[in-house]
């Protein structure tokens, strides 16, 4: 019997250079598993492979050694403990997230809710080739946002309210952009400067600078092959709406104008910056 590589392919089931094995890709949002996720893993790792889980350079867990002919089994079982498969080949793929605001002091934003949401949004959309989602919460960048075709790095608009300041310092100290100074009594912001890190508001001792959370979005990063850093082509974006107007339309771009087998970055490129940025541009106008 044929057996289709490119359906088992999608679903998450690459073939091994071993004659009927697979490694089985498992879906993962945003790195995030349970331990009810991790038995259940563990459990076909040892029944159905060799024993081991080999852990993805963006955050999926891989299970090898899968006979072909238990594949059907293997998802059967997964499914007990809450996984699935997940995808391979020309579709959105993983998104990718640090351990954002919830649990880190640097994060600006809930890095995991948006990546369910992007997850949710997105995952598994057949395009022209593959597309990369990642999320990071602040300009720390752990999560490397400018490698994905889509980046989102967490900001925060600051502001400073003068009656609550006791012109301190701190936050001149903190500012790794030189963008605050204390001089005359007065705290002088350059906005120019401003990075939107954030850190000036984890400082304050007394709450003098304020931060609204916003999202920094770079688009067409590489990081294989050809290596290109992610461009931002736009200001702060200052809701989930408007930033999912923003990723709408960045991702039907692609679908829309994408040669098969051509990469995002390629397509900016071959189609031009300037027609992209309009597109863009008019989602964030809304």
């Known amino acids: 019997m044929a057996v289709d590589y490119a359906a088992l392919k999608k679903g998450g089931f690459m073939r091994q250079k071993q004659k009927n094995h697979f490694s089985l890709r498992l879906a993962v949002v945003g790195g995030n598993l349970t331990a009810e996720n991790l038995r259940i893993i563990a459990e076909v790792a040892e029944k159905y492979g060799d024993g081991h889980v080999h852990l993805t350079s963006r955050q999926s867990v891989e299970i090898p050694f899968i006979k072909l002919e238990q594949v059907e089994e293997v998802k059967e079982a997964l499914a007990t403990g809450g996984c699935k498969p997940g995808v391979c080949g020309p579709r959105v793929r993983t998104i990718t997230a640090c351990q954002g605001s919830a649990i880190c002091p640097s994060g600006n934003i809930d890095t995991y809710d948006l990546a369910k949401k992007l997850d949710e949004r997105y995952f598994a959309r057949e395009l022209p080739h593959k597309f990369k989602f990642g999320v990071t919460g602040c300009q720390n960048n752990c999560l490397k946002a400018e490698e994905n075709d889509v980046g989102i790095k967490g900001a925060s608009l600051v502001e400073w309210e003068e009656e609550a300041c006791i012109m301190c310092g701190v936050c001149e100290k903190t500012c790794r952009e030189g963008a605050i100074s204390v001089k005359d009594g007065t705290i002088d912001l350059d906005k120019d400067k401003c990075n939107y890190c954030g850190r000036c508001v984890k400082a304050c001792p007394t709450e ?54 051509e990469r995002f970055r390629a397509t900016l490129e071959r189609v031009g910056l300037d027609e992209f940025k309009k597109v863009i541009k008019e989602a964030y106008d809304g």
């Open 208 to 261: 003098a600078w304020k931060g609204t959370p916003g999202f920094l979005v770079s688009f067409g990063g590489l990081f294989g092959n050809r290596v290109y850093k992610g461009e931002n082509y736009l200001p702060v974006i200052t809701s989930e709406e408007q930033l999912f107007a923003v990723t709408d339309a960045a991702i039907q771009f692609f679908d829309d104008h994408a040669n098969p087998g």
